[in-house]
């Protein structure tokens, strides 16, 4: 079993920036890639950002590349997402996602675990 406690998410104006952690504890961390999903009420998850178990590789989607950044700290088992030049349509609830293997994965059912998630509110 693998544990992920999100945290950093907030209210912020339309420009700001924050970034979300995403603690996790039960297994060796370094043996995961990792992604980020956001999600508003009446739709579905929607892949954000993903980055494999050494942090080599990473994958955004178009909607916030350039302006979001996936990191990872293996020492301190934790998953990172840098968002910067956030606009209002970026308000959802924000959740870290984890699975073993050697890749990036972009779907919600590609990852075996799920933290309880974040609200990022972003104001115009």
């Known amino acids: 079993q693998v544990q992920l406690v999100e945290s950093g998410g907030g209210l912020v104006q339309a420009g700001g920036s ?4 995403c603690a ?4 060796t961390f370094s043996n995961y890639a990792m992604g980020w999903f ?10 954000v950002a993903a980055i ?8 955004y989607a178009d909607s916030v590349k350039g302006r979001f950044t996936i990191s990872r700290d293996n020492a301190k088992n934790t998953v990172y997402l840098q ?10 609830v924000y959740y870290c996602a984890a699975r073993s293997g050697v890749s990036y994965y972009t ?4 990852y075996n675990y799920w933290g309880q998630g974040t609200q990022v509110t972003v104001s115009s």
């Not at 924050?18 to 952690?21: G, Q």
């Not at 996790?24 to 297994?27: D, E, I, Q, V």
């Not at 968002?83 to 959802?92: C, G, V």
């Open 18 to 21: 924050l970034r979300l952690s």
């Open 24 to 27: 996790a504890s039960g297994r």
């Open 38 to 47: 956001r999600q508003v009420p009446g739709k579905e998850r929607e892949f």
């Open 52 to 59: 494999t178990r050494s942090g080599a590789s990473t994958y």
């Open 83 to 92: 968002m910067n030049s956030l606009k209002p349509e970026d308000t959802a």
């Open 107 to 110: 779907r919600p059912y590609e």
